[in-house]
């Protein structure tokens, strides 16, 4: 059985453009949620999806969205980059509600 | 405000030894608290999670002890070996939101052989 995927494993952006990472959760798997972490400020929470609708929102400027579609996958958009975005993204995804939560291995987003 | 503080930072413990990792919550309403292992270049990997009505469970090696009243969980790994050597991370969440996760700040175990 797949694991969460996550794509691509790394990048680098340059200050001031916008960045689309992706997620695809383990099959059957209906909720996908989104963490940021850095050495700073560890695993902080950005928000989750169920069924297509965002159920949660952690506190990070709008500059951060995200969607999900209808067979699950999501994506999450981080526009007008800035230094102190560099992080490794973190996706996970759960059966459902209120069911444990499975990371990918991350998406290391390096701004310069 | 941080609502789950973890310790210690860093442990190192001999092969066989029994790291204890400590975590204390500030909010009563949360109702799970997994922990997660990390090792570098790689996403947290569930390893076993506790509800607040048990005060203990074993998985394998490692077992979580909970203490509700103190708002206290604490995870204990056996015979600890080398390949135990990652950070780990406590967590806690709300009701019917396992998903969102408050996470401690994490322990970075070192097992030495």
């Known amino acids: 059985k797949a694991g969460v995927t996550q794509t691509p494993r790394y990048l680098i952006k340059t200050r001031g453009q916008q960045v689309t990472l992706s997620c695809s959760p383990i099959?059957?798997?209906?909720?996908v949620s989104w963490y940021q972490q850095t050495p700073g400020q560890g695993l902080q929470f950005l928000f989750e999806?169920?069924?297509?609708?965002?159920?949660n929102k952690g506190n990070f400027p709008g500059r951060f969205s995200g969607r999900q579609f209808s067979n699950s996958r999501s994506e999450m958009n981080v526009s007008t980059l800035e230094l102190g975005d560099s992080a490794l993204y973190l996706c996970?995804?759960?059966?459902?509600?209120?069911?444990?939560?499975?990371f990918g291995q991350g998406t290391r987003l390096t701004v310069v | 405000q941080q609502q789950v503080k973890q310790s210690p930072q860093s442990l190192i413990v001999q092969k066989g030894g029994i790291p204890i990792i400590n975590c204390a919550y500030e909010?009563?309403?949360?109702?799970?608290f997994p922990w997660y292992q990390q090792f570098p270049g790689k996403g947290p990997a569930l390893l076993i999670a506790i509800r607040p009505d048990v005060s203990e469970k074993k998985e394998g090696r490692f077992t979580i002890s909970f203490n509700k009243s103190a708002k206290q969980f604490s995870l204990h790994i056996m015979d600890s070996q080398p390949g135990d050597s990652a950070t780990y991370f406590c967590a806690a969440s709300f009701p019917g939101s396992a998903r969102q996760l408050t996470f401690g700040s994490g322990t970075q175990l070192t097992v030495l052989p």
């Open positions: 999806y169920f069924s297509e609708t965002q159920r």
């Open positions: 996970a995804s759960s059966l459902a509600e209120n069911t444990e939560a499975f």
């Open positions: 099959s059957g798997h209906r909720s």
């Open positions: 909010n009563t309403a949360f109702d799970y």
